[in-house]
């Protein structure tokens, strides 16, 4: 028994021997990633181009396909093989504003802060008059309105103020808040959710009814301007979208996102019994020549006789909305991307795996880009129904959570490649990245990979102001990127793709995900 045992021992220290050699990162490699991203970096001259340059990047707009022709020009400069663009699928229709003015002229002049709904109509020319205040609770309470707005400037009444916060709009994750989720547990599965008998959801069901019967009743009245009230405060406006961008999406009036302060400033006026006048000025353009979505592409061809066919893969979502120019979501997370292969290619760097770059559009609007990606290279999450593709990608990591500099990664619930990661991360604890957590993180393209059994990853982000003042804002503009936080984003990026391309052995697999269950009849 103590031969056995004493030889056990013997073979378990040696397999783990090799398996850390293997992860030994090559110091002179990991030195020349840190030099050329840290002291010679030009992302920031990339997401200038991003942002400033082509402006708001919403799907099938033409500042999207700006942004998709200038990043193909600069790969190409910089030496990268196989660059284009890729289509995954049928989108629908572009859109952009063209002009945008709004202000009230009664019972004082203020131009007020408010930005077109994406895929909505223009004004019939600029327009002038009464804003009158509709009070609905119920989609019978519309009777009363029928045959009195055609042409007029509508505001919905609402008994809801704006919620301040005592918390600082900026954050970065302090130690404490690290260690926690360095020791998550793997999530139980499953997991009760309430339900349809749930109030919550009743009273959501209730008012998106609301909401489409008035949406529709608009239109039928031909109203002039509908002013809706944004999410945000202090001047920030969170964008969505108001009308649907299919090829046959039914009509929508015209409709601006209105900052809240100056949505309840007119509310209040006219439940005050003071007239409230505007005028306005909202020109959008639609663009249906070309229904595709396309991804960037861009490849380090592999050079291993027997590892070149297979794949490292990196992106993030090239798409935005259109309130900013989407310069923390995600022109940083493209420009990182493009920046790591940069320095990965300026080093002289001779992959043994293909290391492939992919910039996704219609993120936005449900990972469109990488899923149809996905589905048309390596296999379809519904039926998991694999394609040889599949098996040839060792992984994929994504950046998509703004400015903010590389804490570590997330796992995605894969155990096996922790103690991996944490190795490739020691290099970098000096530039305060350190945490691997097996949590999940979802809302972002790793998810396309994972479903159909690809190990996909996002990393560990700083929050910055994110959530708070950036994400989908008209906030979403240059001055919010972090210089320093995006060199060292993309150098832990580059040295990544290096270990990854490198290792003897593809990175470890979860077990397949299984199909989702066919829905009853």
Excluded: C
């Excluded at 969505?240 to 961008?245: D, E, I, L, R, V």
């Excluded at 972090?482 to 470890?508: C, G, H």
């Amino acid at each position: 028994m103590k031969k056995n045992l004493l030889l056990t021992t013997l073979l378990s220290a040696s397999f783990f021997s090799a398996a850390f050699a293997q992860e030994v990162a090559d110091q002179a490699i990991v030195q020349k990633i840190r030099e050329e991203g840290l002291s010679h970096s030009q992302v920031m001259k990339t997401a200038f181009y991003l942002t400033d340059v082509s402006g708001p990047r919403l799907s099938g707009s033409p500042g999207l396909k700006h942004a998709q022709d200038w990043a193909i020009g600069q790969l190409k400069t910089w030496g990268m093989a196989n660059v284009g663009l890729e289509a995954w699928g049928k989108f629908g229709k572009g859109w952009e504003v063209e002009k945008n003015y709004a202000a009230i002229t009664v019972p004082y002049y203020h131009a007020i802060i408010a930005i077109p709904k994406a895929w909505t109509p223009s004004t019939a020319g600029p327009i002038k008059g009464d804003v009158v205040l509709i009070k609905a609770d119920t989609i019978t309470d519309l009777d009363q309105y029928k045959g009195k707005l055609k042409g007029k400037i509508v505001i919905t009444d609402t008994k809801t103020g704006l919620i301040r916060s005592t918390k600082p709009d900026l954050s970065r994750y302090t130690d404490e808040e690290l260690q926690k989720m360095a020791e998550a547990q793997p999530a139980a599965p499953g997991g009760a959710r309430g339900g349809a008998n749930n109030p919550a959801f009743a009273a959501m069901r209730k008012l998106r009814a609301l909401r489409a019967a008035m949406t529709e009743f608009f239109v039928q009245e031909q109203v002039g301007l509908v002013l809706s009230q944004a999410r945000g405060t202090d001047g920030t406006v969170f964008t969505t979208n108001g009308a649907s961008y299919a090829e046959d999406a039914k009509p929508v009036a015209p409709e601006l996102e209105t900052s809240g302060e100056d949505y309840l400033r007119i509310v209040r006026l006219l439940n005050g019994g003071i007239a409230v006048q505007m005028e306005a000025d909202v020109q959008t353009k639609f663009f249906d020549k070309d229904l595709q979505g396309y991804d960037v592409v861009a490849e380090i061809p592999g050079t291993d006789k027997k590892l070149k066919d297979q794949l490292v893969i990196i992106g993030g979502h090239f798409d935005s909305w259109h309130g900013g120019t989407g310069a923390t979501d995600n022109a940083a997370g493209s420009a990182v991307m493009m920046e790591a292969m940069r320095i990965l290619k300026t080093i002289g760097f001779k992959p043994k795996r293909t290391i492939r770059m992919l910039l996704w559009s219609s993120e936005e609007q449900g990972l469109f880009g990488s899923r149809g990606y996905v589905l048309n290279h390596f296999g379809d999450p519904k039926t998991m129904q694999l394609k040889p593709e599949q098996a040839k990608v060792s992984a994929y990591y994504n950046l998509d959570n703004g400015t903010g500099k590389i804490r570590g990664v997330y796992l995605q619930g894969n155990q096996e490649i922790g103690p991996i990661f944490k190795t490739w991360l020691e290099p970098f604890k000096d530039l305060g990245a350190s945490t691997v957590t097996i949590s999940n993180t979802d809302g972002t393209d790793h998810q396309s990979f994972d479903a159909v059994g690809i190990p996909g990853f996002q990393f560990i982000q700083e929050p910055m102001d994110y959530n708070t003042r950036t994400h989908h804002s008209n906030q979403d503009v240059y001055d919010r990127l972090v210089e320093d936080d995006l060199k060292q984003a993309a150098t832990i990026v580059a040295s990544f793709v290096y270990n990854t391309a490198q290792r003897p052995d593809m990175m470890p697999r979860k077990e397949l995900p299984k199909p989702p269950p066919a829905p009853a009849n």
